[in-house]
């Protein structure tokens, strides 16, 4: 495998809110890629170095240059001084290599690890924390008998890429079904998805429930009971689990029936002086009456004559087709995705949070006989667990998905995106551009 610093997953990053860090990503990673890489797909053309990289802090507002546009890669032996300011609220980010063409292959290799932004708010809160604060990086990965990594490769050697890649292992923190030993006291722990295309059914052995305090940007208004949680790739999640009366015994955290990660509870343990407080952190709702723009985007899958999937596209455009979606920085827009594909994406932005407004089902018929817009039923409001702040978006078949956000940040060229790698890697992917606030 590869990783960050040789590390799967690579150290966590632990960030404090407006202090800024300056972090030196270099490439030391072989000349030669270990996966089969698909020159077909626009930007892995055969002129290109194999090996390729550039790190992206998913989550993370940072100015365009410092973001890992999927352009800015180096190869081996070139490094690249990345600044990141931390002006945002706490929450669990994560950074993965955002090389264009290949990060499917480059995050399966390993390149992914925690970033932790914390603050003085959330602190006072006094949730678990230190040594009771905990990230867990689930993925799944093809392992053959022999032992080896294996990425999936279609019947076209001069065109390999598969359109997704699930895996036969669920690994937690790199590990196939680890354990931890905990105490029976509070823990948190953030459950982070970083698999190319699995989405995760996460629950806890006899019927114990968690409590949800955060989703991708951070804190929720107030703690969520969930017996079971759906983490879409990329997807944040962090929950408070309490052991207290699990002495001496164990608890499993599952993926639908199996078992990814075993906590074994020790007899006894210091005392627990952690709060879960009834109120977190006030969610202040975004009225989209006040978005100055409200795009609607398409999400296509163009199949060949076979109905096998050629590519995956966002509003009908390639990567290089020039800009449309051109936000001025500090303004409100709603962007709705109309999903006409048969499955859900989930859709991130970089730079910006954003909120889950509705979901509603639309006429498929009535849109590709006249690209027009009619629904068939009403608006569904956002789940429980959606209404803190978000990072990354189920859209659903058949649903028009719509969320709201201000475009704070730095001017400048960013993306958005599917997260599901393998659809991200076949033009999926469109830059987007922060016009300067209008003075
Ligand atoms: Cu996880 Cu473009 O990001
Ligand atoms: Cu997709």
Same mark, same amino acid.
């Given at each position: 495998?590869?990783?960050?610093?040789?590390? @799967?997953?690579?150290?966590?990053?632990?960030?404090?809110?407006?202090?800024?860090?300056?972090?030196?990503?270099?490439?030391?990673?072989?000349?030669?890629?270990?996966?089969?890489?698909?020159?077909?797909?626009?930007? =892995?053309?055969?002129?290109?170095?194999?090996?390729?990289?550039?790190?992206?802090?998913?989550?993370?507002?940072?100015?365009?240059?410092?973001?890992? @546009?999927?352009?800015?890669?180096?190869?081996?032996?070139?490094?690249?001084?990345?600044?990141?300011?931390?002006?945002?609220?706490?929450?669990?980010?994560?950074?993965?290599?955002?090389?264009?063409?290949?990060?499917?292959?480059?995050?399966?290799?390993?390149?992914?690890?925690?970033?932790?932004?914390?603050?003085?708010?959330?602190?006072?809160?006094?949730?678990?924390?230190?040594?009771?604060?905990?990230?867990?990086?689930?993925?799944?990965?093809?392992?053959?008998?022999?032992?080896?990594?294996?990425?999936?490769?279609?019947?076209?050697?001069? =065109?390999?890429?598969?359109?997704?890649?699930?895996?036969?292992?669920?690994?937690?923190?790199?590990?196939?079904?680890?354990?931890?030993?905990?105490?029976?006291?509070?823990?948190?722990?953030?459950?982070?998805?970083?698999?190319?295309?699995?989405?995760?059914?996460?629950?806890?052995?006899?019927?114990?429930?968690?409590?949800?305090?955060?989703?991708?940007?951070?804190?929720?208004?107030?703690?969520?009971?969930?017996?079971?949680?759906?983490?879409?790739?990329?997807?944040?999640?962090?929950?408070?689990?309490?052991?207290?009366?699990?002495?001496?015994?164990?608890?499993?955290?599952?993926?639908?029936?199996?078992?990814?990660?075993?906590?074994?509870?020790? =007899?006894?343990?210091?005392?627990?002086?952690? =709060?879960?407080?009834?109120?977190?952190?006030?969610?202040?709702?975004?009225?989209?009456?006040?978005?100055?723009?409200?795009?609607?985007?398409?999400?296509?899958?163009?199949?060949?004559?076979?109905?096998?999937?050629?590519?995956?596209?966002?509003?009908?455009?390639?990567?290089?087709?020039?800009?449309?979606?051109?936000?001025?920085?500090?303004?409100?827009?709603?962007?709705? @995705?109309?999903?006409?594909?048969?499955?859900?994406?989930?859709?991130?932005?970089?730079?910006?949070? @954003?909120?889950?407004?509705?979901?509603?089902?639309?006429?498929?018929?009535?849109?590709?006989?006249?690209?027009?817009?009619?629904?068939?039923?009403?608006?569904?409001?956002?789940?429980?667990?959606?209404?803190?702040?978000?990072?990354?978006?189920?859209?659903?078949?058949?649903?028009?998905?719509?969320?709201?956000?201000?475009?704070?940040?730095?001017?400048?060229?960013?993306?958005?995106?599917?997260?599901?790698?393998?659809?991200?890697?076949?033009?999926?992917?469109?830059?987007?551009?922060?016009?300067?606030?209008?003075?």
């Amino acid at each position: 495998m590869w990783g960050y610093n040789g590390q @799967f997953p690579g150290p966590t990053i632990e960030a404090h809110r407006g202090e800024p860090l300056l972090v030196e990503w270099i490439n030391a990673l072989p000349t030669k890629h270990f996966l089969a890489i698909d020159h077909s797909l626009h930007g =892995a053309e055969r002129d290109k170095p194999e090996v390729r990289a550039v790190t992206h802090v998913h989550g993370a507002r940072v100015s365009a240059g410092n973001d890992g @546009f999927p352009e800015d890669w180096y190869p081996p032996g070139h490094a690249m001084l990345y600044h990141y300011p931390n002006g945002q609220d706490a929450a669990t980010l994560w950074y993965h290599d955002h090389a264009m063409g290949i990060t499917r292959l480059n995050i399966y290799a390993g390149l992914f690890g925690a970033y932790i932004v914390r603050d003085a708010e959330e602190q006072a809160l006094n949730l678990p924390s230190g040594d009771y604060d905990i990230p867990v990086m689930l993925c799944d990965r093809l392992v053959a008998q022999d032992g080896q990594l294996y990425y999936p490769v279609s019947d076209d050697p001069d =065109a390999p890429w598969v359109m997704q890649c699930l895996g036969n292992l669920v690994l937690c923190n790199g590990k196939i079904f680890p354990y931890l030993e905990v105490e029976p006291r509070r823990y948190r722990f953030r459950l982070i998805n970083v698999a190319n295309t699995r989405f995760f059914d996460l629950s806890l052995s006899h019927d114990q429930a968690m409590q949800q305090i955060a989703s991708d940007q951070g804190l929720l208004a107030a703690p969520l009971e969930r017996s079971r949680i759906e983490l879409y790739p990329a997807e944040r999640v962090d929950v408070v689990i309490d052991f207290a009366s699990f002495a001496g015994k164990s608890l499993q955290l599952r993926h639908e029936s199996q078992g990814i990660l075993e906590f074994r509870v020790r =007899a006894a343990g210091r005392r627990d002086t952690s =709060a879960l407080p009834a109120t977190l952190r006030p969610v202040t709702r975004i009225d989209p009456a006040a978005a100055v723009h409200d795009r609607i985007l398409t999400l296509n899958e163009t199949d060949d004559a076979n109905g096998n999937a050629m590519q995956m596209l966002l509003d009908g455009k390639r990567w290089s087709d020039p800009i449309t979606e051109n936000p001025r920085q500090n303004s409100i827009e709603t962007w709705s @995705f109309v999903n006409l594909t048969g499955d859900a994406h989930p859709i991130h932005l970089h730079l910006v949070r @954003f909120q889950v407004i509705d979901r509603r089902p639309f006429d498929l018929f009535a849109w590709n006989a006249h690209r027009k817009l009619v629904f068939t039923g009403p608006p569904v409001a956002p789940e429980p667990q959606e209404l803190g702040w978000k990072d990354t978006v189920r859209a659903d078949a058949g649903m028009v998905t719509r969320i709201a956000m201000r475009f704070e940040g730095e001017p400048g060229r960013y993306v958005w995106h599917c997260h599901f790698l393998e659809h991200e890697d076949n033009e999926m992917m469109r830059p987007f551009e922060v016009l300067p606030a209008k003075s």
